[in-house]
């Protein structure tokens, strides 16, 4: 299997490097190649400001040129690490087309410019990647620091339709990295959460819940292998009170799945998925319904003459 690649939205403010730490560390974790990427936005004649006074795409683009140059230098020996200068009528097209056309297993980018300390914030560009992006996409929480490496894969697991996919993946990427794996369901144990096909379970929801989850995993365990350990958190209450009463570690990342409203192979926001980023200090991979992130097989190619590369067999 190629190495895989995860591509960085860079910016050279906190919030860029906030991304880049944390691609660090997932590359160090799950033997990755990194693509580091400044999207430089192109001038538009349906702009507000327009004609314009002169072009300055050329000048912002040397000035990426040189940042990324500074971010790949940050990059840890044994790291391959590539930059590219791209051009797109938005932020969030340009990775998106990049991410296509290095064929990256995941995009990571930085929490949103308002965002609280250690705190999720969805500004444009995470929004529209996580209603467009056909790949994973990872979004790293505010002022995010850590030295790595990750230590466990947590799982958010729902009892709607559709969980299967998300635990499968959870489950081979923690048995293949020797991973423990926890497994997090923060519901209201009551009729509402079940699903609408199942009677409510008496007498005790809880049963209710391990067994619906243990299904799911024994399923993915017989076909992907065990992790080195599996736990399973249920937290109870509304979305904040859930989250608070379960202990977060800085050397985890959590996995979340699409909403079953989206189309496949694309991710879609549902309203439990936003109100988990709004509240989560650690960082979150949203994987759409069918994608990967660990694993992916790639040509580990890049193109064009602005590229530069570091590390690994291409230093």
């Known amino acids: ?25 997932l590359a160090e974790s799950f033997d990755a190649a990194l693509d580091v990427v400044f999207v430089v936005r192109e001038h538009s004649a349906y702009a ?40 797109a009528p938005s932020v969030a097209e340009g990775l998106m087309g990049t991410a296509d056309e290095l064929d990256s297993a995941l995009i990571v980018i930085g929490s ?9 914030q969805l500004g444009a560009v995470a929004s529209t990647l996580l209603h467009r992006a056909t790949r994973p996409v990872t979004l790293v929480p505010s002022s995010y620091r850590t030295t790595g490496p990750i230590e466990r894969i947590d799982c958010a697991v729902g009892l ?7 635990l499968n993946e959870a489950v081979e990427a ?30 005790d929801p809880e049963q209710f819940v391990r067994g619906h989850v243990d299904e799911l995993l024994a399923r993915a365990v017989a076909q992907h292998g065990a992790p080195t350990s599996t736990d399973l958190v249920i937290a109870r209450g509304g979305i904040q009170e859930a989250v608070e009463s379960v202990p977060w570690d ?5 996995l979340v799945g699409s909403s079953r409203l989206a189309e496949p192979r694309r991710f879609f926001l549902g309203s439990t998925a936003y109100s988990l980023l709004r509240t989560l200090s650690v960082p979150v991979v949203a994987i759409p319904t069918g ?16 590229d530069t590369a570091k590390g690994g067999a291409g230093a």
Do not use: K
Request: overall charge negative.
């Open 1 to 25: 299997m190629n190495q895989i690649r995860y591509l960085v939205g860079y910016r050279p403010h906190e919030r860029g490097q906030d991304a880049l730490s944390l691609a660090v560390v």
């Open 160 to 166: 709607r339709p559709g969980g299967q996919s998300l």
């Open 291 to 306: 994608a990967r992130f660990d694993g992916a097989e790639t040509d580990g190619t890049t193109e064009t003459d602005s």
């Open 174 to 203: 923690a048995a293949r990295r020797d991973l423990p794996l926890r497994l997090i369901t923060m519901v209201d144990i009551d009729r509402d959460d079940l699903p609408d096909d199942d009677p409510a379970p008496d007498p």
């Open 250 to 254: 800085d050397a985890s990342i959590l």
């Open 48 to 87: 507000p400001a327009y004609p314009p006074v002169g072009r300055e795409e050329p000048i912002v683009a040397q000035h990426a040129r040189n940042w990324l140059a500074e971010a790949a230098a940050s990059v840890p020996e044994g790291i391959e690490v590539a930059t590219h200068v791209r051009y």
């Open 112 to 120: 949103g410019s308002a965002g609280i300390v250690r705190r999720h």
